[in-house]
């Protein structure tokens, strides 16, 4: 049943698949060097545009028409569709997308001039690529197992001037448009349509453009990584930092995006905080928009920030974002063990309720433990149980050790065993990497193995019932896994190991499995990795139809000709769920 669906999924919307053993960064990426430019105090740069009302009122008008006539708007929009599909039939292709968005596009003709108008806008410069080794990198990703698809042509931007001649460009030959940054997505967020489309690589638009340490704040281009952001803030001798941490190499684009988080959320909160105070986006029509001022707050209208966050670039490119940064504090991590993930996570959620400083509090499992035992990089031999890592954070040596007083009293009141607390921050960094090891420790546990890591987020309340009921799954299913949970805000992945395609559609059905159960226990289907083509097809069932619709209804108003990395995102019609009918069938296999 598995493969059905596999093979329904490729042919419908992909071309034939393989999977990818390139490399999930670019090849042909130009001279990355980040932070050679980095500027103080100024309010203008090349390739920014200035803060336009004019522009902002038309995208506020834009989406309130959307939203408030929508009905009208979507019937509109139908009958524009229809008239529109009926006139290309003969010569437009057809990507199946969406149901209710636009899926005709222009024909292959139409691409192929699309090419030589890019590379007459940028002529002479090393900015368009139709390499086959580039397009293959950009289609595929190493880090997830979804059916990949090159794109047509990789167009590397400088600045927001570059990207509106693209985005022009894609209009008048109607050839659909895919970001790309960090490539780190776990669920095809950049894929290329069937028919092919302009890929945007951010990479060169890499730069810090203010430091505002004062306000708690910077301006920066969306191709910076997070991680270089805080290397550039440490090297500066400013004490802030960003505390939004996915991937290593994901980069603000991306991360906006994706509406991420990571371990640092249960204190910071994700990407769908206030941590992104403004952004620039090129629109589907060309047109730029700043969303905001880089004031702390603002009550001035809704926040079209918001509506960036998550979008998964179907609804414009971002080409600048101020992002807010926190203070560094000094920190200190501990390791302690439970009887069982019940205990455990009933001492996380006393612990979050004493308000002491935790950054980071996760959970990992007896298999997680042996994993680490097994792959050798660890400073000690752990007990191969259920056990919690924690970070503290605080302002003072005291604070910290006050901290580790009511972690240590509270987990005894449930039954842990063997607080081990770090003496010094070298050996608080040896305990953190046992945790950051998580993905090749696993990979250890099987010789050759693969990992399949999922993502879904339920009431920290019901974890323990999503762990019990996910592990004796994984146990009856015969594949082997470690699971490793950010337990503060319940989010939970477990690292399916699958060593041939038989064992990878085995984990392809448990995952269903696991997002069906977290959806049951009133979770979602992914707490931080997003949609992109691998979760689409649970939205309808997790936010129910009017609340996808009103999503469709605002992509309608802001990409008509649905250009916008088309395929992702926004779900087929309801009651098409391929594993509604594949789940019932195993699991009564696995009874
Ligand atoms: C080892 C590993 C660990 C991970 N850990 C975490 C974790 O702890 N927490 C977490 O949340 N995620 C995690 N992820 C997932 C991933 O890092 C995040 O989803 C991240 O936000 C992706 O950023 P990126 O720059 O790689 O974006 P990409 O993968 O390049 O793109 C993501 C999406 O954003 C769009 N996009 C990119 N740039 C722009 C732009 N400028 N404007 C508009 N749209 C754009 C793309 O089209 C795509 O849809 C992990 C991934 C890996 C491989």
């Given at each position: 049943m598995a493969s059905r669906y596999f093979e329904r999924l490729v042919t419908q919307a992909f071309r034939p698949t393989h999977w990818s053993r390139t490399p999930s960064h670019p090849v042909h990426r130009l001279h990355r060097s980040p932070w050679q430019s980095v500027r103080h105090n100024s309010t203008q740069h090349a390739g920014s545009t200035p803060h336009s009302p004019k522009r902002s009122f038309n995208l506020i008008s834009t989406i309130v028409f959307g939203v408030t006539a929508g009905v009208s708007y979507t019937l509109l929009d139908a009958a524009w569709g229809t008239l529109k599909t009926s006139q290309n039939s003969q010569n437009s292709q057809i990507f199946n997308s969406s149901p209710g968005l636009n899926n005709a596009y222009?024909?292959?003709?139409?691409?192929?001039?699309?090419?030589?108008?890019?590379?007459?806008?940028?002529?002479?410069?090393?900015?368009?690529?139709?390499?086959?080794?580039?397009?293959?990198?950009?289609?595929?990703?190493?880090?997830?197992?979804?059916?990949?698809?090159s794109h047509t042509v990789v167009v590397y931007p400088n600045s927001t001037e570059d990207v509106v001649k693209i985005v022009k460009i894609s209009r008048k030959y109607r050839m659909p448009i895919v970001p790309y940054s960090g490539a780190t997505s776990l669920e095809g967020q950049y894929r290329a349509p069937s028919i092919g489309a302009i890929c945007v690589d951010m990479s060169n638009m890499d730069k810090i453009l203010e430091i505002h340490e004062s306000d708690s704040d910077l301006v920066c281009q969306p191709g910076a990584r997070w991680m270089d952001i805080n290397d550039t803030l440490k090297?500066?001798?400013?004490?802030?930092?960003?505390?939004?941490?996915?991937?290593?190499?994901?980069?603000?684009?991306?991360m906006i995006s994706n509406g991420c988080s990571g371990t640092n959320a249960v204190r910071y909160g994700t990407a769908k905080a206030e941590w992104f105070l403004n952004v620039t986006v090129v629109l589907p029509s060309g047109e730029v928009v700043k969303t905001r001022r880089r004031s702390r707050k603002s009550s001035a209208g809704f926040d079209t920030t918001k509506l960036f966050i998550g979008a998964e670039g179907t609804l414009g490119i971002i080409t600048e974002a101020t992002i807010r940064l926190a203070p560094v504090l000094p920190t200190n991590v501990a390791v302690v063990h439970?009887?069982?993930?019940?205990?455990?996570?009933?001492?996380?959620?006393?612990?979050?309720?004493?308000?002491?400083?935790?950054?980071?509090?996760?959970?990992v499992d007896d298999d997680f433990m042996r994993s680490t035992n097994k792959?050798?990089?660890?400073?000690?031999?752990?007990?191969?149980v259920d056990s919690l890592f924690f970070k503290f954070q605080g302002p003072t040596a005291a604070s910290l050790k006050e901290t580790a007083e009511v972690?240590?009293?509270?987990?005894?009141?449930?039954?842990?065993?063997?607080f081990a607390l770090a003496k010094?921050?070298?050996?608080?960094?040896?305990?953190?990497?046992?945790?950051?090891?998580?993905?090749?420790?696993?990979l250890a546990l099987v010789e050759g193995s693969r990992g399949w890591s999922t993502d879904v987020c339920v009431p920290v309340s019901r974890l323990p019932e999503l762990v019990y009921e996910t592990?004796?799954?994984i146990s009856n299913s015969g594949l082997v896994s470690t699971i490793v949970g950010h337990v503060g805000d319940g989010n939970f992945?477990?690292?399916l190991l699958f060593r041939t395609d038989e064992e990878l559609a085995v984990a392809r059905e448990l995952v269903h499995r696991m997002v069906e159960r977290a959806i049951a226990l009133d979770g979602t289907c992914t707490g931080e990795h997003g949609v992109g083509i691998g979760k689409r097809e649970y939205l309808y069932e997790e936010l129910g139809e009017n609340t996808v619709e009103l999503m469709k209804t605002v992509k309608r108003a802001i990409d008509p000709l649905n250009l916008f990395n088309p395929g992702k995102l926004y779900p087929d019609a309801p009651g098409t769920n391929p594993h509604l009918v594949a789940s019932s069938g195993t699991e009564k296999e696995n009874a």
């Open positions: 222009g024909t292959a003709e139409e691409f192929k001039k699309a090419i030589t108008e890019l590379h007459d806008a940028f002529p002479g410069e090393d900015v368009v690529s139709t390499d086959p080794e580039v397009l293959n990198t950009h289609g595929f990703s190493e880090n997830d197992y979804h059916p990949g698809s090297k500066k001798g400013i004490p802030l930092f960003f505390p939004i941490d996915p991937a290593p190499g994901a980069t603000i684009g991306g439970f009887p069982d993930v019940r205990k455990a996570t009933e001492a996380v959620v006393e612990i979050m309720n004493q308000g002491v400083g935790i950054q980071c509090v996760e959970l792959y050798g990089m660890s400073s000690r031999k752990w007990p191969e972690v240590k009293r509270i987990a005894k009141k449930h039954g842990s065993t063997g010094d921050d070298n050996e608080a960094a040896l305990l953190w990497s046992d945790r950051k090891n998580a993905l090749y420790s696993g592990k004796k799954d992945h477990a690292l």
